[in-house]
C-alpha cells in the first residue's frame, strides 16, 4: 500500500537537495563529502534522484547535475578506493542511472576497467596474504572498502563477468581455515580492531559480525549470488560456514534473538558474550543488517528455522521501544532509515506473520525526525538515505533502481 505522509516527507527531502551547489554551499563540512563518496558525497546523494526518476517522482536532469557533481574531481581509483569511494563508488551509481537504457555507455566504459583493474589487483593481494598465513585486515574484505563491496557491484552490473565468480571465489575461500592456524577460529578472524586499526584494547583481534566491516557482508553477497542462480561453486558450504560459526554466538531467546556486533579473543575463550554488549539494532552492526543477512543465508539454503529465527529477532525489535530509542539519528547506517529499510526487505520475504504491520509507525517516527529539518544531507547517515527509506516505503514496492544493493541486502 502507498504511504502518502512517507512519500511527501521524500518529496521534501528531495526538493531541498535538488541542486547540487546550493547543498554543497549549506552543507556542514564533512571529511567524507568527497564527490565521488557514496556515504558522503554527491555520488550519494545522486542516488536519491535516480530512484525518484526511476519511479516517476523525479526528472533525469536533476539526476545529471548530480552525477556531473559527482566527476567534478580527478577519478581516483588508488588503493583506498572501494564501493564507497572513487571509481566504483562512481560506477555503482552511474550504473543504477543507467538502467537498461544506453545511456552513460562510454562513462561506464571507463569506470568498469578502473574498477576491474582495482578489484584484481585486490584479489592478488588477498590471495597472498593467504598464502603468506596471515591474517586479514577488515578493508580487504568488508564492503565499505573491501572485496565483499566490490563484489556486490560487479554481480549487479555483470553477473556473468569473470570477475564476479573470481570474487565469490575468493569469498569462499575466506570462509575456510587460515593454513597455518589450529586455534578455531574462523579464516576472517582479523588481529584488528574494529575500527580497522591495531590496538593494545584488542589484543588478538576481534570477529566483526557486521554488514559494514565484517562477514555479515559476504554472507549476504554469497547468499544473493545462490538466489540468484549465479554460478559460484562451493558458496553453499561457504555460507553454512559462516552460519555454523553466528550460530555459536546468537544471543537472547526463541522469540527474541541477536547476534553480537563482533567478539573478541576472551569471549572465544569464556564462550560468552555479556549481554550490555548488544549493538543497537542499526544496519551496520545490529540486528537490521545481521538478521537480513541471516535470511538470505536461510532462503539460500532451504532453512526455513534459521529464516524464522532471524524474522523473529527482527520483529522483537520493532515491538521493543527501548531498542528503537537506542538508534542513532536518522540514517542508513546506524539510524531510523537503515532499520525501516531493511525491515521493509525482510518484510517481502518474511514467512512468519507481523513485520509489516510495524513498519507505518517506523516510518512515521522517520517522518517526524525529518520533519525538524536538514542538518545533514548526505546518504549513509543524513536526509539523502532517510529519503530513499521514505521513498521506498512510500511506494509499496522494492526500489526501480536497486539502489539499495550497495547495502548488501538485496
Known amino acids: 500500500m502507498l504511504d502518502p505522509n512517507a512519500l511527501a516527507a521524500a518529496d ?3 526538493k531541498a537537495l535538488s541542486d547540487p551547489d546550493a547543498v554543497r554551499a549549506a552543507a556542514p563540512p564533512s571529511d567524507r563529502a568527497w564527490p565521488q563518496s557514496l556515504a558522503g558525497g554527491a555520488a550519494g ?21 548530480w552525477l556531473s557533481a559527482a566527476a567534478s574531481d580527478d577519478l581516483t581509483a588508488a588503493p583506498n578506493a572501494g564501493l564507497y569511494l572513487g571509481a566504483p563508488a562512481m560506477a555503482f551509481a552511474t550504473h543504477t542511472a543507467a538502467g ?42 568488508d564492503a565499505i572498502r573491501g572485496l565483499t563491496g566490490l563484489g556486490a557491484y560487479h554481480l549487479r552490473a555483470h553477473p556473468d563477468h569473470p570477475i564476479t565468480a573470481e570474487v565469490l571465489a575468493y569469498l569462499v575461500k575466506l570462509t575456510e581455515p587460515l593454513p597455518g592456524h589450529n586455534d578455531g577460529l574462523p579464516g576472517w578472524w582479523t588481529n584488528v580492531a574494529p ?37 559460484a561453486p562451493g558458496a553453499h558450504d561457504a555460507i553454512a560456514r559462516i552460519c555454523a560459526w553466528t550460530d555459536q554466538w546468537q544471543q537472547g531467546d526463541n522469540d527474541s534473538p541477536w547476534w553480537p556486533g563482533f567478539i573478541t579473543p576472551s569471549q572465544v575463550r569464556a564462550h560468552s558474550v555479556d549481554a550490555t554488549l548488544r ?37 522483537s525489535v520493532l515491538r521493543d521501544p527501548a531498542q528503537l530509542q537506542l538508534l542513532d539519528g536518522i540514517g542508513l547506517c546506524h539510524g531510523t532509515a537503515g532499520l525501516l529499510h531493511a525491515a521493509g526487505r525482510m518484510a517481502a520475504d518474511a514467512t512468519i506473520p507481523g513485520i509489516p504491520a510495524e513498519l507505518h509507525q517506523l516510518a512515521a517516527r522517520l517522518t517526524t525526525q525529518l520533519a525538524q529539518g536538514i542538518t545533514d544531507p548526505e546518504l549513509l547517515d543524513g ?11 512510500g511506494t509499496g514496492a522494492a526500489p526501480a533502481s536497486g539502489w539499495d544493493a550497495f547495502l548488501l541486502i538485496a
Open 279 to 315: 549493538p543497537r539494532p542499526s544496519w551496520c552492526y545490529g540486528v537490521a543488517g545481521t538478521a537480513r543477512a541471516q535470511q538470505l543465508a536461510a532462503r539460500a539454503l532451504g532453512d526455513s528455522s534459521r529464516q524464522q529465527t532471524a524474522e523473529r529477532g527482527l520483529l
Open 383 to 393: 536526509a539523502a538515505g532517510a529519503a530513499l527509506a521514505l521513498h521506498t516505503f
Open 195 to 231: 575500527n580497522g586499526e591495531p590496538s593494545p584494547q584488542f589484543p588478538g583481534g576481534h570477529g566483526n559480525f557486521g554488514l559494514a566491516h565484517g562477514i555479515g557482508a559476504s554472507l549476504a553477497l554469497l547468499s544473493l549470488a545462490v538466489l540468484g542462480e549465479q554460478k
Open 100 to 141: 537498461s537504457t544506453r545511456r552513460y555507455q562510454r562513462t561506464l566504459a571507463l569506470l568498469d576497467a578502473a574498477t576491474l583493474t582495482l578489484t584484481r589487483a585486490r584479489l592478488a593481494a588477498a590471495y597472498a596474504r593467504i598464502d603468506r598465513g596471515d591474517r586479514p585486515v577488515m578493508k580487504e574484505f
Open 45 to 65: 546523494i545522486a542516488l536519491l534522484h535516480i530512484e525518484r526518476a526511476r519511479s516517476g517522482r523525479g526528472d533525469s536532469d536533476t539526476v545529471h547535475a
Open 12 to 14: 521534501t527531502v528531495a
